[in-house]
Structures are given as C-alpha cells and as structure tokens.
C-alpha cells in the first residue's frame, strides 16, 4: 500500500513546482514587458530628441572692418570688445540681400540668424585678431525659428501672422540653400555649451557637470559612511531585533 505521507509529499512537491514555474512565468512576462516599455520610450526620447544633435547654419561674408573694431588701430583686445558686432552682423545680411529695405523687413533679416551670432564674431576676433581689417565667410547659426523651420516643425498651411517664420524670411532661407549658403551641420555646442536663453546655444554641459558633483559629492559622503556602518554591524554590535532590521534592509537594497 501507498504511504499517505509520501502521496502526500509527491503532491506538495508537485504544487511547489507548479508554482514556481507559474511564477518564473510571470517574473519572465514582466521582464518583457518592461524591455518592450525600455525600447519604446528610448525610440521616442531619441526620435523626437535627434534635431537637437543637428543645428541649421548659414555662410555670411563678414565684414571685419577696422572702422567699427579698431578704429584707433590700438591691437588691445579689451578694445575689440566693445566693438558693434551687431552692426557688422547686419551689415553682412544686407549686403546678401540688398533688396530688403525697411526697419521692419530689416528686423525679420536680422532675426534669421541666432543672438549667439554676436558672441561669436566677438570670439573669431579674439582668436584671430589678424582678422582686423578684412572679409571672412563664416558660417553663422541659425536662430532657433528658422532652425525649426529647416527640420520641418513650422508649418506654412497657418496664415503668415500666426507662424513663426514668415514668408519674406522663407523667401530668404530659399535663395540660401539655392547659393549653397545654407547646411545641416553636426551641433557640436550642444555638448559643450551649458542652459541659455537663447534655444539655439543651449546644451547639457552644465547638467553633466551637476550630476557629475552630485555623484562625486554623495560618494564621498556615502562611502565612508557605509563602509564604518557596515564594520560596526559586523564586528561591534550587539545582536538585536534594531540590527537585524538594519540588517535585513541593507540586503534587500543589495
């Protein structure tokens, strides 16, 4: 005759089994899940976020006019700087399109190119103060609008008033990329510059470098920490329910 015990075991074992298949199962289904919700959210962050990796930059013969930069034909570089690196910047985009007169078609000229476009040909001069006194093609950056334009996130079905971008500015931007003075280029400031006002100059250098102290800060007061509370738990104390606890959590957070 069977054991009623053993029958029993045999049962007990089987449900066991049952159960932990059921709940590889389920442990296993949850894990894809959560692979699956992974890759769609980095498909999106990555698909939407790709533009930013990009910026839209237009070449403008640049005019370094000594007048304007150096007028006493000093060489100090503290003079440069109070320079109107406005005014030149103008200067090109109306000598690239003498047709536009006007103070407000003058404006929207002016609004193509980023506010960054100012620091920048004040930072060429810098570098290179033998620039003073010639002409340079220089690829500017492209304001955020009409970058925006470029990647196809401004519609031109909405009235002129409602966009953006408006149609003489459109106009311009075509007679740009028809002259070859108009690209796509690699957003290398987006890695090495840190949050601005001004959308097109912004980047995450300054998010890295925060989360990078913060790390450095919480290691350096965690590690020493962890490390004394862990020899005083294993070696110095006295067991009780407070060290188990303290025990029993720090394992289930390993």
């Given at each position: 005759?069977?054991?009623?015990?053993?029958?029993?075991?045999?049962?007990?074992?089987?449900?066991?089994?049952?159960?932990?298949?059921?709940?590889?199962?389920?442990?296993?289904?949850?894990?894809?899940?959560?692979?699956?919700?992974?890759?769609?959210?980095?498909?999106?962050?990555?698909?939407?976020?790709?533009?930013?990796?990009?910026?839209?930059?237009?070449?403008?013969?640049?005019?370094?006019?000594?007048?304007?930069?150096?007028?006493?034909?000093?060489?100090?570089?503290?003079?440069?700087?109070?320079?109107?690196?406005?005014?030149?910047?103008k200067d090109a985009l109306l000598k690239r399109f003498p047709s536009v007169s006007g103070r407000k078609d003058t404006r929207s000229l002016k609004k193509i190119i980023g506010q960054g476009g100012i620091y920048k040909l004040s930072d060429l001069i810098q570098e290179r103060p033998e620039w003073v006194g010639t002409s340079q093609e220089i690829w500017m950056i492209a304001s955020d609008d009409i970058d925006m334009y470029i990647k196809g996130k401004i519609s031109t079905d909405v009235p002129d008033d409602m966009r953006r971008v408006n149609d003489?500015?459109?106009?311009?931007?075509?007679?740009?990329?028809?002259?070859?003075?108009l690209r796509t280029a690699f957003n290398a400031m987006f890695f090495t510059s840190a949050d601005s006002r001004e959308p097109e100059m912004a980047g995450i250098w300054g998010a890295v470098m925060g989360t990078a102290l913060t790390l450095l800060i919480t290691l350096a007061l965690s590690f020493p920490v962890g490390v004394m509370a862990a020899i005083y738990l294993e070696e110095?104390?006295?067991?009780?329910?407070?060290?188990?606890?303290?025990?029993?959590?720090?394992?289930?957070?390993a």
């Open positions: 005759m069977n054991n009623p015990n053993h029958i029993g075991r045999k049962f007990s074992l089987a449900y066991r089994y049952k159960k932990e298949k059921l709940f590889r199962f389920y442990g296993l289904l949850a894990s894809i899940i959560g692979l699956i919700f992974l890759v769609i959210f980095f498909s999106n962050l990555i698909g939407k976020g790709k533009g930013a990796f990009f910026q839209t930059q237009i070449k403008l013969n640049i005019d370094f006019s000594q007048e304007v930069i150096d007028p006493n034909r000093t060489g100090d570089k503290e003079e440069f700087l109070k320079a109107n690196y406005g005014g030149i910047l003489k500015q459109i106009e311009w931007i075509k007679q740009l990329e028809q002259s070859g003075q110095l104390s006295k067991k009780s329910r407070f060290t188990d606890f303290i025990e029993i959590n720090i394992n289930n957070l």
